[in-house]
């Protein structure tokens, strides 16, 4: 009977498990000094919602104040080139390399806290490739951000490969990054957020076909690629045909391999399936703030519990995944 009384209620052991850690692989910053343009080009009723964005990607503190509050551990930040491009879409290569000196000096002033994904314009050709190893072994940043698909331009494409080569020579990730395409995204303008985030998807599961289809990860075996939770579609229709043969043999080692994803919006079945198809060492925390804010340390971990994860997983998946992935840990 005492031995009964005094042994630890399961509530008791629920409520002395650590929660995980949290490192957030998808975050957006930007520093004062580069004006935001995204809202220029926004559909007339997502332009307000730009303008709010706009302050909160500027906002250092703000960056920061979730860490402090021990909401998470730290976060990987990008500066995404497309929110200051010009019309047509570009940025020069000066403000980039300005870009990267800017992010390398924040994680400078945040270190364990804030670590840092060189933004690239990987359809530059070598030009992009040099700047990706100039960040990277320069700099200190600890993996390249670019945009999934630039007009007909994915990933795959000959101007895309020096900077996939230096990631792969230099064991770093590429963050694939969805981009709004055209005409899709015009067409889509009337639906809202949910319209706009279709088509950005659908860019980032095409990109992730594209490097599937063209042999690129065969080509490139160092080569590690992360894509949104919102590539899943392309990510479950590979799977699904690879399993009825008609997709070449292999191609689920391949994806099991070269390719992660992000949790973006934490949703206890996409969590499952995305462990399903590529393995619980393969999916990575990433809520892309602050252009989707949710409070991540409540919705993960409930998530992950719902989706029947064990302890080790979810560790993996909150923070293990990602600081081996950029060499931290």
């Known amino acids: ?20 850690a949290i490192v957030d ?32 990607l500027a906002d ?31 940025v020069p290569h000066a403000t980039i390399m300005a870009m990267n000196d800017e992010l390398a000096a924040l994680v400078a002033r945040h270190p364990g806290r804030i670590h840092g994904l060189a ?11 040099r700047e990706a190893e100039r960040a990277i072994r320069e700099l200190g940043l600890r993996g390249i951000f670019v945009d999934c698909a630039r007009g007909d331009l994915m990933l795959n494409a000959p101007r895309a490969r020096p900077t996939l080569e230096v990631a792969a ?43 599937l289809e063209s042999g690129v990860f065969q080509q490139l075996p160092g080569l590690r690629v992360v894509v949104t939770a919102l590539a899943f579609g ?19 080692a391949v994806m099991r391999k070269h390719v992660l994803i992000d949790t973006m919006w934490p949703h206890p079945a996409l969590l499952r399936a995305a462990i399903d198809l590529l ?3 393969h999916v990575i925390a990433g809520s892309d703030w602050p252009i989707v804010e949710h409070p991540i340390r409540a919705k993960l971990p409930d998530a992950m519990q719902q989706a029947k994860l064990t ?19």
């Open 1 to 20: 009977m005492n031995a009964l009384m005094n042994a630890p209620s399961p509530l008791t052991e629920a409520a002395i498990v650590p929660r995980p």
């Open 25 to 56: 692989f998808h975050t957006h910053h930007i520093p004062a000094c580069f004006e935001v343009t995204a809202g220029r080009t926004a559909p007339a009723n997502q332009r307000g919602r730009w303008e709010v964005l706009a302050r909160k």
């Open 60 to 90: 250092e503190d703000l960056l920061l104040h979730d860490i402090r509050a021990g909401e998470i551990d730290a976060r990987v930040v990008n500066i995404p080139a497309q929110l200051i491009a010009d019309p047509d879409g570009r």
């Open 119 to 129: 933004s690239v314009d990987a359809y530059d050709g070598d030009r992009s490739g």
């Open 169 to 211: 020579s230099l064991g770093v990730p590429v963050f694939a990054h969805p981009v709004a395409p055209q005409p899709l995204t015009r067409q889509m303008a009337p639906y809202g957020v949910i319209g706009t985030l279709f088509a950005r998807g659908t860019a980032n599961s095409a990109s992730l076909v594209a490097l």
């Open 234 to 252: 392309g990510l479950a229709t590979a799977a699904s045909l690879s399993s009825q043969s008609a997709l070449p043999a292999g191609i689920d």
């Open 279 to 281: 393995g619980a060492e």
């Open 311 to 329: 302890h080790d997983e979810q560790n993996a998946v909150a923070a293990g995944n990602c600081l081996r992935l950029l060499r931290l840990g």
